[in-house]
């Protein structure tokens, strides 16, 4: 299959803080939506605080927002774009590293928060509706967490975090129960550094590494430097690894491609690690793992696996991206 795109570029100011709501964009503090044909409705309400990250999941008939301050400790959580609660984030470097926090749904449905809102080393995750804390945990296999995420069927979770030296490490664990109370742990940390690791559907993550070696003896779950491996979540074994040219930054997995964000976005070949295509009028940062910004820092994006889409804002513009094969 061959990839094919789509693009547009949306005349939106003041936006701050997007996430994707199907097809559609959010500006999730100001409740207007974008359309990928340029269409923007009007403000519903104004959240006076910079914001700059946001996320949004649906449970039935309810729309959840949530709206971050990605190097600082303030969130807010939206329930059909009405505010629902502040939350926050413990203090420790919170500066330094992007903010540890997932919206998203278990196996039985239920809207959860996964966050670390006391300690930059403990996971809690919180009933969406009603903040009930339903579990929490410290883990061995990731210190500082970061970039969490849960996979789409909502049985797994993720972090691309980082270890006090610092180096960037990827940890993953089974939610087993109704609770989602993490069970079996993976950690792909202690070869050569992680870079950025994220889903590529409910038994999959895609994981990327740099060229900075943590230890000569790869463990069986890490990765050797400037690689990508794809790795079975089910059958606890990586499906392939690649050499890569360039570390990715932050990646968006699409089908047999890897959107790549360093630099210039990009689509990588899972089975190969060969560049297919190159957005080469957007940039899009020079982000390395979840600490690293580079210089400028990244614009603010939103990533959409599920439909193969993507949006960066630059200046008073959003580049929006729809992916398709032929």
Sequence with gaps: MKLQQASNIVE?????????????????????????????????????YPFDRALCTRSGDTLWTLAYENRGTKAVLFKNRQEHRELNRSYYFAKAY???????????????????????????????????????????????HSR???????????????????FGGAWLCSLADDSGKPDTEVHFSFGAEIDSAAFLDDDHVVVSSTGE????EIP?????PMQLGVWSISNSKWVCTVPISATTGTRMPWRDWVISFYEHPKAIELATGKVAHVWDHIYSGRQIGS??????????MALNPSKGMFALREDKTVHIVSLHES
């Excluded at 939106?12 to 923007?40: E, Q």
């Excluded at 070696?213 to 000569?216: D, I, R």
């Excluded at 069986?220 to 050797?224: A, D, P």
């Design 98 to 144: 992007d903010y540890p926090i997932a919206l998203g749904h278990l196996s039985i449905g239920r809207a959860v928060i996964v966050h670390c809102p006391n300690a930059f080393n403990v996971i809690e995750c919180e009933d969406a509706e009603s903040g009930e804390i339903l579990w929490t945990r410290k883990t061995d296999g990731m210190e500082f």
């Design 291 to 300: 600490i690293e910004q580079g210089t400028p820092p990244p614009p603010r």
């Design 12 to 48: 939106c100011p003041d936006m701050s803080a997007l996430a994707w709501d199907d097809r559609d964009l959010i500006d999730v503090p100001s409740g207007r939506t974008i359309g990928f044909d340029g269409t923007v409705s009007s403000r519903s309400f104004l959240t006076p």
């Design 213 to 216: 070696v943590v230890n000569e």
């Design 148 to 166: 969490l995420s849960i996979s789409p069927n909502g049985g797994v979770l993720l972090s691309a975090g980082w270890f006090w030296h610092p």
């Design 220 to 224: 069986n779950s890490g990765l050797g």
